[in-house]
């Protein structure tokens, strides 16, 4: 049996494969990609929350925004430990995300304008990636696998903030409930195109469903998240901004609009409203940061 035909046996018997198994390059090379462009989504993704770290409305809000923001750098160290595994280094994929050569969530590309964005990014952003990250834990990558439960034990906590403060807001004062509406209006076109693009349109789906990376496909991720949020918006009385949103009955989930996927690639490629900042505030934070990893670097020689 050839190294391939054993690799396949393993996948189409869902048995985890380990960072030393054999793997097809191919799929090494898409694992470091899609493992470090969701590491660098972790990462830059605390920077619209971190906006609001000063400006939260009260202790017990900025406590809770800060124990959100540090899971996020948490699940990047996993993610980044975890595509570590395949052969590549930290600093190397770091180096791809500063020159712009790596990807990251094109939700974090937008800023957040008001706290009500806050709840919408913990509710929207949070809850999309918890219904990826479920699915994701079945694949069959063992070290990302892994990872992924890790990091959906702590998920819900975070959407849950969010949609917290959603419903304090929609039921607060009108002036409370407008900035409400207005974060779920910008929000959720951008977050239900974090599931990718539609499956014909996907570009890696095919090897990733082949080799057992996702073992869902995009749209039906993205639907399931938008079957779920819908109800969760009627509930504190907010309206989900897409006129075409309506109940199909037959097929027993919500029939959407279309999405913008111009936008989408623009955004994705570099021409998002805060693409420029999100780069330069994580090259100056690591710049910033160097004296510590050379710290820790001389610390862990000295005493191993
Ligand atoms: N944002 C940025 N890039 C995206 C994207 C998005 N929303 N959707 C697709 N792309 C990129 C892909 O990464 C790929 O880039 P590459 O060629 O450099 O690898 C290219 O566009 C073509 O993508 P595909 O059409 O093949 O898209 P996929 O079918 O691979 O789906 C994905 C994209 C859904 C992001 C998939 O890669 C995936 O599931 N990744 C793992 C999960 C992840 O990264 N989630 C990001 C959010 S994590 C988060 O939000 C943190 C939370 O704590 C808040």
């Known amino acids: 049996m050839s190294d ?27 694992l470091q990609r899609q493992m470090s462009q969701h ?38 160290q996993y993610l980044y430990s975890a595509a570590e595994t395949l052969g590549k280094s930290r600093d190397e994929y770091i180096h791809e995300l500063q020159t712009r050569k790596a990807k990251y969530s094109s939700i974090f590309n937008y800023p957040t304008l008001t706290w009500a964005d806050m709840g919408a990014v913990g509710w929207l952003v949070d809850g999309a990636a918890i219904v990826n990250q479920v699915s994701l834990q079945k694949t069959s990558y063992g070290p990302y696998s892994r990872a992924m439960v890790r990091i959906c034990k702590e998920e819900s906590f975070h959407q849950r903030q969010g949609y917290e403060i959603m419903s304090q807001m929609a039921f607060g004062t009108a002036e409370q409930k407008e900035m409400a509406q207005d974060a779920l209006n910008r929000f959720w076109w951008p977050s239900i195109m974090m599931f990718g693009p539609h499956d014909a349109d996907s570009a890696r789906s095919g090897d990733a469903m082949k080799w057992g990376i996702k073992v869902e496909s995009n749209d039906e991720l993205r639907q399931r998240f938008i079957d779920k949020t819908v109800q969760q918006a009627e509930i504190i009385g907010l309206t989900i901004p897409d ?10 989930s919500y029939d959407f609009g ?44 000295k005493n191993n």
């Open 4 to 30: 391939l035909d054993k690799f396949l046996e393993k996948i189409k018997n869902n048995v985890k494969i380990e960072p030393k198994d054999w793997m097809p390059d191919g799929y090494r090379k898409h």
């Open 243 to 252: 006129p075409d949103l309506k109940w199909n009955e037959e097929k027993g």
């Open 39 to 76: 590491a660098h989504s972790e990462i830059i993704g605390m920077q619209p929350e971190g906006n609001w770290i000063t400006r939260a409305p009260s202790l017990r809000a900025k406590v809770i925004l800060l124990a959100k923001i540090q899971d996020e750098a948490g699940h990047g």
């Open 258 to 301: 279309k999405m913008d996927w111009d936008e989408f690639w623009q955004v994705v490629k570099g021409n998002g409203p805060c693409n420029d900042q999100r780069i330069n505030h994580h090259i100056k934070a690591h710049e910033e940061g160097t004296w510590v990893r050379e710290a820790a670097i001389a610390y862990a020689k």
